[in-house]
């Protein structure tokens, strides 16, 4: 089984750098989905109250005979529930479906044009419940550079996560560079922007010189950039294909390739967190 490389976060937690995502995995395929890929050796589900399947990552955790312990699981308080007594009713449930506690629990979108919540307020409350301890980290998603600078001036807590749209089509360099200089891990969601860059030519060239796929290159070059990972597959074979990147290494040129393939906001599959 390959060694999946830990990120220690800036609050002294470690993660996998590399998961399983559960997005549009539905509901009553999740336990087993979740099943394949713990089979495989992923010790990392990303999941979240909008993807209404924690349930069963919980499920799939505790059957697998691991031990809630063995497995890193991120979850995201929904853009509904944004209001402090709101979160605090939502953390509730979500601990309790995924088995006691969250090893990582964030902000799915800052929502800055919602009526009626404010992600400052939203963040506040968030710190109560690593106070709390049953979250071991918290951080946020969707976040754009002046939502973490507002966020962190105001209380003085650096988010561990930003977990952002990022692949070789929409590389969100600016929020990318904040993060880094401000010691806020990566994770980047769409790795392999849900399959539209695995026919580009410079990729699949680079795959074959490796012997490898195009969403393995992908994958790989998140890798070496230092994000952390989870692409998503129902497949038990492209689940399998997908862990199976820790046993080659791109070059320098192969990266740098790869890093010019970035088009910018035309790039993004999601939409602009400002906007959403
Ligand atoms: P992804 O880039 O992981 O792509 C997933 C899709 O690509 C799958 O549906 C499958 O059709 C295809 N695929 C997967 N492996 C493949 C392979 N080896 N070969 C060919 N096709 C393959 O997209 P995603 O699911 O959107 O993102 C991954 C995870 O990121 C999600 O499951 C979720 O956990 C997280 N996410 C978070 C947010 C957020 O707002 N925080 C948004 C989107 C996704």
Redesign the pocket.
Known sequence: MADVPTITLNDGTTIPQFGF????VPPEETAETVAEALKVGYRHV?TAEMYRNEQGVGEAIEQSGLGRESVHVTS?LNNGAHAPDDARAAFEESVTKIGGYIDLFII??PTPNAEGSDYLETWKTMLEFKDDGRARSVGV??FEVDHLRRITDETGMRPSVN?IEV?PYFQNREVVAYCQEHDIAIEA???????AV?DDPVITEIADAHGK?A?QVTLRWHIQKGYIV????STPE?IR??FEIFDFELSDDDMSKIDGLDKGEDGRT?PNPNKF
């Open positions: 995502g559960v997005y549009q990303d995201k799915h979108w998603s969707n977990q692949h969601w769409s790795p392999i922007a849900q399959g695995l796929t969403a989870f692409p998503k597959s492209r294909e997908n999601g």
